[in-house]
């Protein structure tokens, strides 16, 4: 079947850097991509890996192993505004390009 | 602004009710698609439309009705609902449904049913 894995929560103190991780299980693999949905607000788009390798867009990182199913974001210089939930998601070309979302991971940021 | 409206933002509905959700996107996306957001559970893909057909329906009870007259408008029609369908609606637009995984959404409709 198909799975993605996620920490439920993690806590991490404002000007720090933070590592989200995602392992996923598909039947066919096109790409890892990453949310973030502020309470009571829509999921926005990260950032998207189709290869392996790290992608940087100012003070987030998406990184992808495709061999170990395993991907994570990097939050740098931790703001109080990045208190969000993150959600990894993977494209399954086995499943006519249907988008996989994982559970989300709550960041709490402390001052 | 995403680009991706829905309307209305929240909804409370008896479970003898039929009411609608509405969701129009200013993007010129050839894909839209609902999801449902419950709490402690992942997204869950309800209907995928490519160019105005439907091309994935995840066995959603049929007391879920989507339609899509355009390529701009998506609609999901709510008939005798449950307690357990109250939930985060949310709808979403691509460029295609192809494409590099991007997905635009809208600020969800809030659905309680009493």
């Known amino acids: 079947g198909q799975s993605l894995e996620q920490p439920s929560e993690v806590t991490a103190v404002e000007g720090a850097i933070v590592q989200i991780n995602c392992t996923y299980q598909t039947s066919g693999f096109y790409g890892l991509s990453w949310y973030q949905q502020h309470d009571g607000g829509a999921p926005t788009f990260l950032s998207y890996?189709?290869?392996?390798g790290l992608e940087e867009t100012g003070r987030f990182s998406s990184f992808l192993s495709r061999s170990d199913s395993y991907g994570y974001l990097l939050l740098q210089e931790l703001q109080m505004k990045d208190s969000a939930s993150y959600f990894c998601a993977v494209r399954d070309v086995n499943r006519d390009d249907k988008i996989i979302f994982g559970k989300g991971t709550r960041l709490h940021i402390l001052p | 602004e995403t680009g991706v409206t829905q309307t209305p933002r929240h909804l409370v509905m008896g479970m003898t009710n039929k009411k609608s959700l509405k969701c129009e996107q200013h993007?010129?996306?050839?894909?839209m698609y609902w999801y449902k957001q419950s709490a402690k559970k992942p997204l869950e893909l309800m209907f995928v439309y490519s160019l105005e057909e439907r091309v994935e329906n995840n066995s959603v009870p049929s007391r879920f009705s989507p339609e899509c007259p355009n390529s701009s408008h998506l609609f999901l029609h709510l008939h005798t609902l449950q307690p357990e369908d109250s939930a985060l609606y949310l709808c979403?637009?691509?460029?295609?449904?192809?494409?590099?995984?991007?997905?635009?959404f809208g600020e969800g409709s809030r659905l309680t049913v009493l």
């Open positions: 993007l010129g996306h050839n894909a």
């Open positions: 979403a637009s691509s460029a295609d449904r192809g494409s590099t995984g991007e997905l635009f």
């Open positions: 890996n189709g290869l392996d």
